[in-house]
């Protein structure tokens, strides 16, 4: 048994059915072994295939010689390639335990703060070389090949951001025997009777409202509830309509003429 495991804000509660602190954290090696094979099996896996899509974007670009605003070429596809690749890394190296589940969900924000700022840097680079296109002789091609790597990364950029953001994280959720102070709502939430036994969300979950929300521009059948829910939905929402209309159109255009 783990001595006194638990993180602020658990302290000193008990569970729906009277269970004391003790008692519930018989269950927190369980619970944070499913955790780790969350993160290690579906998270890092997400990460990597982000990492791919722009490495393949990146061997594309210097194939046919494709240029950016300011002279960038390939190359910097691979600096957001390297991004998700350390946030990879990051999930394989495991979610820690207990007492460094703080440390553990700083390095995580930190990292997924460096993935998003790659992101809508080479969002504006490319809207950018966009602006100036006549002069850069931007394809078709190169336009609907960018925008929909980038749609994609950002899309599992903003998943996993989601999965770390909610009810403190993975580590907080596993250590709970309830969902606390959620930052999504989700329709079992609010209909307990529809949800299976033992329902919590996980990552695919997380992944689908980032989806969802990137297609449809709002929350769809779960709502952002705290106003760091908000504003991560709000810059997904803002950076699609760029990827997904602006360019997208642009490209289409390009490739009628």
Excluded at 49 to 71: K, N, P, Q
Excluded at 162 to 170: I, N, Q, T, Y
Excluded at 193 to 205: E, F, I, K, V
Aim: charged content about 15%; some cysteine.
């Amino acid at each position: 048994m783990y001595e006194d495991p638990a993180p602020a804000g658990f302290s000193g509660f008990r569970g729906r059915d009277g269970r004391g602190r003790n008692e519930m954290f018989r269950m927190t090696p369980d619970a944070l072994r499913q955790a780790e094979r969350e993160a290690r099996d579906e998270a890092a896996p997400f990460a990597v295939l982000a990492a791919l899509a722009l490495i393949a974007l990146a061997l594309t670009s210097m194939h046919a010689d494709w240029r950016l605003f300011g002279g960038a070429a390939w190359w910097v596809w691979l600096v957001a390639a390297a991004s998700f690749a350390i946030l990879s890394l990051t999930l394989l190296a495991g979610l820690g335990r207990d007492r460094s589940s703080e440390h553990r969900r700083a390095l995580m924000t930190a990292v997924l703060g460096l993935v998003v700022a790659v992101n809508l840097f080479e969002i504006g680079l490319l809207v950018t070389s966009l602006v100036v296109g006549s002069a850069l002789s931007i394809s078709g091609p190169q336009l609907l090949h960018s925008a929909t790597t980038l749609w994609f990364s950002n899309v599992i950029a903003f998943g996993l951001a989601f999965w770390e953001l909610d009810c403190g994280g993975p580590v907080r959720r596993a250590l709970a025997d309830a969902r606390r102070g959620p930052d999504f709502q989700f329709p079992q939430d609010e209909n307990p009777q529809l949800a299976r036994p033992g329902w919590t969300p996980h990552l695919l979950d997380y992944v689908y409202i980032s989806v969802t929300n990137s297609v449809a521009f709002s929350p769809t059948d779960a709502m952002p509830l705290s106003r760091p829910a908000k504003v991560l939905m709000a810059i997904e929402s803002a950076v699609s309509v760029i990827a997904l209309v602006l360019i997208t159109a642009r490209a289409v255009n390009i490739l009628q003429l």
